[in-house]
């Protein structure tokens, strides 16, 4: 049971006819004029199974998505949709014919990727149930995934690949391409990929290897030189040692002698706060002493004038007639005795007053006899706290006159133990160096692994394969097929093919293609189980000309031979007419012929225009 047969290639596009191809589940042909959208068919069925590009041609302007209807060997019908230059595919489950309006099944990036599934290659491989294999990358051998694309050019052959000198099995043409190529033919025919294969390194990896010795050498080179020691790194650990008993001994006396004068950097810092503060009780004394002073010579002065204002009492009482100098009573109002009265009440009051504040007076004098000892006292208490700074600080010089030879022994030593810890280290990256310098040195050549591996039974019977089917078409001629497995070449009848003309490259390489299909599905081997020939028995034939590189005899026999073929659908592009007859089992698309139904692939731009003359048929714009 195949595993893919292709069900229709349609381009649709807003205000656009659709152009579509239903393929027959055996033999589809599309033939006719050129430039009419022949091989456009092949290139957009290429492009809808993850070719990279998509050729931009006049005629498919407008047409936004391209749908490809595809059956599974279950039967279930899946369409790819995918838009031109986008590089990502939809997956619908079901047939249609327009993009659907529901969302797909799945979208999926076209290009391979080995690391995750999410890929348009990974989906159709898994269909083939090929997904995960691996094939040789190169003859050393280094492998890689398989990807669709190295099977789609097998079955899908453009006519360019049809009639070219290159193997079929080696399509690219590349020297570096070479052995996977092989190794995916390798796969077709014997089902058994390079899965349990032990790789080893590429002429490159080699190269990269020889590139990494050196650099490991110049690597060991320059860290040698950077040693500060020429000394073994056995002796350096002994020195090492000694180095960190002396600096455990060295510190044991510096944090002593440290500890030491920070004590007495804090008596310092205690006594300089003392010191500050004794300065400031003294001169707030001072403040108090200054504004007592004051109020000592006030009241000294209340009790002058209250002495005075007592003497003038009674001075003024006893020789001053007239009125009153205490209550300004005339001498007609006053009292006999009036004088003497006022003259008592005064001396009272001001004998009162003067009592009072000569008792105000001997209080602060008892206070500035206090304070004034206090100042004293303070100026005792800041001559003992300099005495004592002094000596603290006497003894901090000492000790720092201790330390230093100290510090220095102690510093030189942590220099030279870091100098010899770094070496250590040092020692240590070349000890790694040279040991992956010696694994790369040691290592052994890999033997170069076969490219192909195919048995000689495997091989024979494909090979005698391509040659019935080279004998079924009538090709003249001895067509005794051998496959070069260090080549890749295809020879018939004792010729390599590329040596062959154009014609009969053309033919040889269809035979391949047609015998390859063949084989994998008879083998339950890889295949899509669809073959698209692009031009295999015609390179060119001008609209109503005939100019056939063959003889109409293997034509026929070509094209019946394929109608034999029910193993695999198989779809033909050509520009001559197929024989007449060939059946029910084919359906057959004349583009630009005369007498046919179809200017092309594309309909015409201008919907009125129905006539199929040869002179639209000699103008029609190019579409491959």
């Not at 003294?282 to 204002?309: K, P």
């Not at 006022?342 to 602060?364: C, F, M, N, P, S």
């Not at 040279?434 to 490219?451: C, G, H, I, Y």
Request: hydrophobic letters at 35%; proline letters at 5%.
């Amino acid at each position: 049971m195949r595993p893919l047969t292709l069900l229709h290639l349609t381009f649709v596009g807003p205000g656009k006819a659709p152009a579509a191809v239903d393929f027959h589940p055996r033999l589809t042909v599309i033939y006719g004029a050129s430039e009419t959208g022949k091989s456009f068919v092949v290139e957009a069925i290429d492009y809808m199974f993850g070719a990279g590009k998509l050729k931009e041609i006049q005629e498919a302007q407008g047409y936004t998505d391209i749908l490809l209807g595809l059956r599974l060997a279950d039967g279930q019908a899946v369409t790819l949709v995918r838009q031109p230059g986008l590089n990502r595919a939809a997956v619908y489950h079901g047939d249609f014919r327009t993009v659907p309006t529901t969302p797909p099944a799945k979208v999926l990036p076209v290009k391979h990727n080995p690391r995750s599934d999410n890929s348009l290659s990974r989906y159709l491989l898994k269909i083939l149930q090929a997904d995960g294999r691996q094939i040789l990358k190169s003859a050393r051998p280094t492998l890689r995934s398989l990807s669709f694309r190295d099977l789609a050019h097998l079955c899908i052959v453009s006519e360019g690949q049809m009639a070219g000198s290159r193997s079929p099995v080696l399509p690219s043409g590349q020297r570096t391409s070479e052995t996977g190529e092989k190794s995916v033919f390798k796969y077709m025919l014997t089902g058994q990929d390079e899965s349990g294969r032990v790789v080893g390194p590429t002429d490159v990896e080699k190269k990269v290897g020889k590139g990494k010795v050196a650099l490991l050498t110049s690597l060991i080179d320059e860290a040698r030189n950077s040693l500060a020691f020429d000394v073994h790194p056995t002796e350096l650990e002994r020195q090492l040692g000694q180095l960190e008993q002396a600096v455990a001994a060295a510190s044991v006396d510096v944090d002593g002698l440290l500890e030491e004068r920070r004590l007495y950097t804090d008596t310092v810092r205690g006594l300089e706060n003392d010191l500050a503060e004794n300065h400031r009780s003294a001169d707030e004394t001072r403040i108090l002493l200054g504004r007592f002073g004051l109020l000592r010579q006030q009241y000294e002065s209340d009790l002058a004038r209250l002495e005075m204002v007592a003497e003038a009492g009674n001075l003024l009482g006893y020789f001053h007639t007239g009125t009153c100098v205490f209550c300004g009573a005339a001498p007609e109002h006053q009292q006999p005795g009036h004088n003497v009265d006022e003259t008592t009440e005064l001396h009272a009051a001001v004998g009162a007053e003067l009592r009072k504040t000569i008792e105000l007076r001997t209080d602060l004098l008892t206070t500035i006899e206090d304070l004034t000892g206090q100042l004293a006292a303070l100026g005792s208490g800041d001559a003992r706290l300099r005495a004592q700074v002094g000596e603290a600080e006497e003894r901090l010089a000492v000790l720092s006159v201790l330390l230093a030879p100290l510090r220095t022994d102690t510093s030189e030593m942590l220099t030279v133990r870091t100098k010899i810890q770094r070496d250590l280290t040092i020692h240590a990256q070349i000890e790694r160096l040279e040991e992956l310098k010696a694994d790369f040195l040691s290592a052994p050549t890999p033997v170069p692994a076969r490219q192909d591996g195919i048995s000689s039974s495997q091989l024979a019977e494909f090979e005698e394969l391509v040659q019935q089917v080279l004998s079924s078409w009538q090709v003249p001629g001895d067509n005794a097929v051998n496959y070069d497995e260090q080549s890749g070449e295809i020879s018939v009848g004792g010729r390599e093919r590329h040596s062959r003309g154009k014609g009969m490259r053309s033919i040889i390489h269809a035979a391949f293609s047609t015998a390859l299909v063949h084989y994998t599905m008879r083998h339950d081997r890889p295949h899509p189980g669809f073959v698209v020939l692009d031009s295999p028995v015609l390179t060119y034939r001008e609209p109503d000309e005939v100019d056939i590189a063959l003889t109409h005899n293997v034509v026929e026999h070509f094209y019946r031979g394929l109608l034999e073929e029910r193993s695999a659908q198989i779809v033909v592009v050509e520009n001559g007419d197929p024989p007449e007859g060939l059946g029910d089992d084919v359906t057959t698309y004349a583009f630009g012929t005369s007498g046919s139904t179809r200017l092309g692939f594309f309909p015409p731009q201008n919907p009125t225009v129905v006539s199929l003359s040869r002179s639209y048929s000699e103008n029609a714009p190019g579409a491959g």
